[in-house]
């Protein structure tokens, strides 16, 4: 994260996609995706903490740069929902979470893909759900 005060800006990287799908793989650590929405959303929340009172216009990975007020509460409805979503779509699998990680993984994939993007119909680049939600779903 990077501050310009003179500009009143955050560049954040991927810790905001305003108006866009975000990547939901996680850190790879030891070889595998490891999600912590929990840690993101807290790294959200010291953001507004630190520079809440300034309300700069925060640049994020993808997506639109808006203010910090908009940005934030935004990006953390996004996570809670998207790990709600996954946590509801793998649950029903029951005995078949398996096929998570097997050749029938796509087709799970793809239909956590179409409910968040029921969820957000005006987000862009939903391939990120597509080729990251992997990660988001085998820590279930």
């Known amino acids: ?3 310009i005060a003179s500009a009143n800006a955050l560049i954040v990287g991927d810790l ?3 108006k866009a799908h975000a990547w939901l793989e996680g850190g790879i650590v030891n070889g595998k995706p490891t999600p912590t929405i ?3 959303i807290q790294s959200l929340e010291n953001l507004s903490l630190a520079f809440g009172r300034e ?5 994020g990975g993808r997506g639109d740069a808006v203010a910090l007020n908009i940005a934030l ?3 953390i409805a996004y996570l809670k929902s998207a ?3 996954v946590e509801t779509y793998v649950k029903s699998l029951g005995d078949r979470r398996i096929e998570l990680s097997g ?4 087709g799970h994939f793809e239909k956590i893909q179409k409910e968040l993007e029921t969820q957000f119909p005006n987000y862009s680049l939903s391939y990120m759900i597509l080729y990251g939600v992997y990660g988001l779903a085998l820590s279930k």
């Open 38 to 40: 929990s840690s993101w």
């Open 55 to 59: 309300n700069p216009i925060v640049f």
């Open 73 to 75: 509460p935004e990006q």
């Open 16 to 18: 905001v996609h305003h």
């Open 1 to 3: 994260m990077v501050s």
């Open 103 to 106: 050749p029938n993984a796509a």
């Open 83 to 85: 790990d709600k979503t």
